[in-house]
C-alpha cells in the first residue's frame, strides 16, 4: 500500500512544486571593541563624535572608548602591562616601542579587503612614515607638524613693509628666513608694555627645527641613535647664526615669566608676539576675544624644515576580534569620520582629500592661512626618538639647552655636555628597543 499511496501523492495538484523547509535564522554576533584616543578633553570630544556615530549605526557592535592625556600616558600605561584598545592612535615616534613589544599587527591587507584607498589619498611621506617590512604598520591619520602663531597687530607685516621692511613673501607657504624673524621680532617687542618676541626654544624639540633646516644633525644615527650630535662639526654653523637671533637681551620670555604663565597664555593675553605650536592649538586661541593671529612656517636656517610627528590608527596584535576591528579601523579613516573630526580644527588630517577641503581649512575662520600647516606637513621631520625619550632628555639637559642662549656661552663645552647627558638615555632606549639575545646554557 504505501507504494501506490506516494505515487498518488506525486500525482496531485502538488507535484512538481518545491516541498516548504525551514528557514533557520543565525543572529549575527555581538561584538565588544575597544578604541583608544588620547589629548585634551576638547581633542577627545571630537574622537567621540565620530566613535558614536559608529556604534549608533551597528547594532551588533558596543564600543568602549579608552581615554589619556597623553601619548607619553598612554605608553606608560602600555609599558606597564595594560592591553592596547582594539583600534588605537599612536604617535609615529612611538612605533618602534609598540613593534617591539609585539602589540600592533599590520593593516595593509586587512584595509585592501575593505577598498581603502592607500594610494594617492595620502603622502608617500605619510605611508612611509607606518611603513616596515613592506607593511603598513598602522594606517596614518594625522599630522603635527610646528609652525609659528604670531600676533598680527604686534608683528603687522603691512605696516612694515610701508615702512621699508623686508616682510615674507607667500602667505600661503608662510616661508622666511632667520634675519626676516629677527626684524620681526625688533619691529614687535616693546619691552616698556612687557611685550616680548618669543619664548626660547629650550628643548630637542624647540632645537631640532633649526638644526635640521641648517643641513645639520640631532641625534648620531637616526635609525638606531645612541647621543645627541648637538655638538657635532656640522651644527656648528648652525649655532653661530642661530643663538645670536634667539639670544638678543630682551627679546624672550624672562624666567621670571615663564612662572608667572606659560608661553600660550602670555600669547593669549596679547603680551608674546610669536609662539611655537600645532594645530591643536587652534579652537583655544580662536576663543580669546579682540586676539588677532595667524600662522607662519617656522624660520629657517637654510632650508624650509620643521619637525612634528605622525599620528596612526593601529591595530592591536591582542585583539580577539580582527575582522571587526578591521572594519571600525575603515571606517575612522574614511573621509566622512575624518572630516567630522577636521572641523573641530584640532588635527591636520593625513588625508590629503580633506587636508585641501573646507573641512579642514576653515576659510571663514582663523587662520587666514591655514595652507601653511598642509605646507608645513609636507617638509616634516620625525624625530628618531619617542615620546617618553624626548621627555627624559629634556629633564636631564633643560639647563644647559637654556645656557646655551646666555651671552658670552662657550658653546663647544656647553653642547658636547648636552651629548654627553643623553647618552644613557639613548642607551636605555636601544637596550629597550634592540635586547642582547640571551645566551645560550653551553656558551654560560
Not at 309 to 330: I, P
Not at 359 to 379: E, G, I, K, M, Y
Not at 380 to 401: I, Q, S, Y
Amino acid at each position: 500500500m504505501a507504494g501506490p499511496l506516494a505515487l498518488a501523492a506525486c500525482s496531485g495538484a502538488d507535484a512538481g512544486r518545491p516541498r516548504p523547509t525551514a528557514t533557520v535564522t543565525v543572529a549575527p554576533k555581538a561584538v565588544s571593541l575597544t578604541v583608544g584616543f588620547y589629548g585634551t578633553q576638547d581633542e577627545i570630544a571630537a574622537y567621540r563624535q565620530a566613535v558614536d556615530n559608529y556604534d549608533a549605526a551597528n547594532q551588533t557592535v558596543t564600543l568602549k572608548l579608552v581615554t589619556w592625556p597623553s601619548a607619553a600616558a598612554m605608553m606608560d600605561d602600555l609599558a606597564a602591562g595594560k592591553p592596547a584598545p582594539d583600534v588605537f592612535l599612536a604617535d609615529r615616534g612611538d612605533l618602534g616601542v609598540l613593534q617591539e613589544g609585539k602589540l600592533i599587527q599590520p593593516v595593509d591587507d586587512l584595509l585592501a579587503a575593505r577598498n581603502v584607498d592607500l594610494g594617492d589619498a595620502y603622502s608617500r611621506e605619510a605611508l612611509e612614515a607606518f611603513s616596515a617590512d613592506r607593511h603598513l604598520t598602522c594606517m596614518p591619520y594625522a599630522s603635527t607638524p610646528q609652525v609659528l602663531y604670531y600676533n598680527s597687530d604686534l608683528v603687522d607685516f603691512p605696516a612694515m613693509q610701508a615702512a621699508g621692511e623686508q616682510v615674507p613673501g607667500n602667505p600661503d607657504t608662510g616661508k622666511w628666513s632667520l634675519s626676516l624673524f629677527s626684524a620681526a621680532a625688533t619691529w614687535a617687542v616693546r619691552p616698556a608694555a612687557g611685550v616680548r618676541a618669543f619664548a626660547l626654544p629650550n628643548s630637542v624639540e624647540g632645537l631640532a627645527p633649526y638644526l635640521y633646516s641648517g643641513g645639520g644633525k640631532v641625534v648620531d644615527d637616526e635609525s638606531m641613535p645612541t647621543t645627541l650630535a648637538f655638538s657635532d662639526p656640522a651644527n656648528q654653523g648652525i649655532w653661530d647664526r642661530l643663538l645670536p637671533v634667539f639670544g638678543a637681551p630682551g627679546y624672550a620670555l624672562t624666567p621670571q615669566q615663564l612662572r608667572q604663565r606659560t608661553p600660550l597664555q602670555w600669547f593669549e593675553r596679547g603680551k608674546l608676539a610669536m609662539l611655537v605650536g600645532d594645530r591643536s592649538l587652534v579652537p583655544q586661541l580662536r576663543e580669546q576675544p579682540g586676539l588677532h593671529w595667524d600662522v607662519m612656517a617656522l624660520p629657517s636656517v637654510s632650508g624650509s624644515t620643521t619637525i612634528g610627528d605622525y599620528t596612526g590608527l593601529c591595530l592591536s596584535a591582542g585583539t580577539k576580534e580582527t575582522q571587526a576591528s578591521a572594519d571600525l579601523l575603515a571606517y575612522l579613516v574614511s573621509r566622512p569620520a575624518v572630516a567630522l573630526v577636521a572641523q573641530a580644527g584640532y588635527i591636520v588630517p593625513a588625508s590629503t582629500e580633506v587636508a585641501m577641503s573646507d573641512d579642514f581649512l576653515q576659510s571663514t575662520q582663523r587662520p587666514a592661512h591655514a595652507t601653511v600647516f598642509v605646507s608645513a606637513a609636507r617638509s616634516m621631520r620625525v624625530l628618531p626618538l619617542p615620546t617618553t625619550t624626548l621627555a627624559a632628555l629634556d629633564n636631564r639637559a633643560g639647563g644647559l639647552f637654556a645656557d646655551l642662549f646666555r651671552p658670552g656661552a662657550d658653546v663647544p663645552t656647553l653642547t658636547a655636555q648636552i651629548d654627553s647627558v643623553s647618552q644613557p638615555v639613548l642607551a636605555a632606549l636601544n637596550a629597550e628597543l634592540h635586547p642582547s639575545p640571551t645566551a645560550s646554557p653551553t656558551a654560560n
